[in-house]
Structure formats: structure tokens, C-alpha cells
């Protein structure tokens, strides 16, 4: 009698997509620092090695989901811009799309934030949070404001905007209405003098 071979996993049509989609549950669970890659196999329901396919270690895995997030984050904060007429206006569209993007993608949120990885070691992510940044100060230079001015705005509402996100994610403000007003509100102050 010849032995059937055990199954040492099952293919996975796409390994990436799922193994990346387990670390955020396992983020949305415990926290930015809260798995391993083995943990994210486990879950996606494929072999231990299964990763190394993909990623060189966790660290590998965790900067492609920032590289996501700044990906996503650049698109819908563009959008959100992009709608408005005048500097004041995109700054507090930038505002409301900042806070409700943490409150969609809470797991993308605190692990890009929360300190998981040295960015400065993955250059695609170094690269996409610098496009990132550019997309944001476009639209207020296109609108009249001088470069720096333009920095300094949007790094001013995206603070102020990180604190409210956080507050809500924190249930200091639970209700998300009003986080994205707050948030709206605290970037038109920000934004007052330039429109």
C-alpha cells in the first residue's frame, strides 16, 4: 500500500493579496506590533514558508501595506482636494477625508503611524509618502499659495487632523460626525488667512 502524501498547504491563488489582508485582521486585533508572519500563514492557510515567497521578513510584509495606505491615502486626499475652489476649502476637504480614512482603515491607519517599521529602510515607502506630500501641497500652490506656505498648511492640518483621527479611534470623540467637523473646522482656522 503506497502513502498519500500529506498536504503541506493548499495553493493560494493570491498569496500576497491574502497573506497581507491576515496581518491587518491581526492588526485590527492587537495592535500595529500584534503578529508574526507565521500568525498571517496560519490565518491565510498556507505553510509557515509560504511568505518568503513574497517578503523577505515581517518587516517586508508590514512596509508593503504602508506602501498600500500611502497609496490609498494619495488618491482619496486628492480627490477630496481636487472638489474644492479655493485653498481654504481644500484644506478642509483634506481634513474630513484624513479622519474619515482613519476610521475606514483603522488597521492601515495604525500600523503606518504607529511606528511598525523604519521607513527610511524601504525606499518605495520613502518615496510614496514624499509623492504623498506633493499631491497634498499641489493644490493649494495651483490656487495662488507660494510653496512653503503650502507645506506648512498642510502639515499643520494634517496634525491637527491626525490628533482628531486618533480621538476617534480612541473613543475620546466617538462619534465620527463630529470628528470630521472638528477636524473641518480646525482646518478652515488653519487656513483662514490665505483665502
Known sequence: ??????????????????????????????GANGFSLSEASRRAGV????????????????????????????QRFGAAMESASDPADALAAFARAYVQFAADESALF?????????????????????????TLTERPRALGLEAERSLDLVRNV???SHGFAVFHLEGVI??????????????????SDVS
Open 1 to 30: 500500500m503506497t502513502a498519500t502524501p500529506r498536504p503541506v498547504g493548499h495553493h493560494h491563488g493570491d498569496l500576497r493579496n491574502a497573506l497581507e489582508e491576515a496581518a491587518l485582521e491581526l492588526v485590527a486585533e492587537r
Open 47 to 74: 505553510t509557515k514558508a509560504a511568505p518568503y515567497r513574497h517578503y523577505a521578513d515581517r518587516e517586508d510584509l508590514l512596509a508593503s501595506l504602508v506602501l498600500r495606505c500611502y497609496r490609498m491615502q494619495e
Open 110 to 134: 495604525q500600523l503606518t503611524f504607529g511606528g511598525s517599521i523604519r521607513k527610511h529602510d524601504h525606499p518605495d515607502v520613502q518615496e510614496a509618502g514624499d509623492r504623498l506630500l506633493r
Open 158 to 160: 494634517a496634525a491637527s
Open 174 to 191: 466617538p462619534d465620527l460626525s463630529s470628528a470630521l467637523d472638528a477636524a473641518e473646522v480646525a482646518a478652515r482656522h488653519l487656513a
